[in-house]
């Protein structure tokens, strides 16, 4: 599944590439953003793998916000106005796509993304055994993990599962780039934080407490993800 973001200022042109993400089983719809600047607070809290993204932006335009990120996911622009289509090739984007938007020419465009770059970075998942049956987790959806003795308990965006494992076990399999442990019972997927405290962290908007241990090594950690 790739993880989409519009960033657009014309409703009508969202609306249409919502419409189209939403025709392609292997595309998921995150969110619709009208500026750079709330696409910037989504891309902090949620995994994107494909970016549509409006040039003519308000405030901070396209160009100029694609140029601010440090590791941005795949990018198609889109805009009215083909004389721009240069700089966005410069700037290693997938696709130009010019308004009004054709399907045909959209699917193309994400075709790229799908059958190339992108197909290596479809979310990994886990495997796990609860309520007697085997459940596949994509890993990019789960927001923390809890230990419930010798249980744990991995909460999702959409639900959860229980399982029969240590929470020492199952922090071995997962990236530590994306995980942190902040309490001798919890392990938290660090872009879903939304913010954090001295002795709580929001993650997907559910408080989730820091243990005493983790404090120093919490502040290194997430003080670059709200810099």
Do not use: W
Not at 12 to 40: H, T
Not at 44 to 73: A, C, V
Not at 153 to 167: D, F, R
Request: net charge neutral; glycine share 4%; with cysteine.
């Amino acid at each position: 599944m790739i993880h989409c973001l519009i960033v657009e200022d014309e409703p009508l042109a969202a609306d249409v590439l919502s419409d189209y993400i939403r025709q392609l089983p292997y595309l998921k719809l995150v969110k619709v953003c009208p500026d750079a600047i709330y696409a910037l607070e989504v891309l902090q809290q949620e995994t994107i793998h494909l970016l549509f993204l409006d040039i003519h932006l308000p405030g901070l335009k396209g160009l100029d916000f694609l140029k601010s990120l440090t590791n941005p996911p795949q990018v198609i622009l889109t805009t009215a106005f083909h004389q721009y289509a240069l700089q966005g090739y410069e700037l290693n984007v997938v696709d130009y796509l010019l308004k009004p938007i054709e399907f045909q020419r959209f699917l193309s465009a994400v075709n790229k993304v799908h059958s190339g770059v992108a197909s290596t970075t479809q979310p990994a998942t886990i495997t796990v055994q609860s309520d007697k049956k085997k459940v596949v987790i994509p890993v990019d959806e789960i927001l923390f993990i809890e230990s419930q003795k010798e249980y744990i308990k991995i909460q999702t965006t959409t639900t959860h599962h229980i399982t029969k494992c240590a929470l020492t076990k199952i922090e071995e399999e997962l990236d530590p780039t994306i995980f942190l442990r902040i309490h001798r019972s919890f392990i938290i997927a660090i872009p879903k934080v939304r913010s954090y405290s001295s002795h709580e962290i929001d993650v997907g908007g559910r408080p989730v407490p820091i243990g005493g241990n983790y404090k120093e090594l919490i502040t290194t950690r997430l003080k670059k993800l709200f810099e």
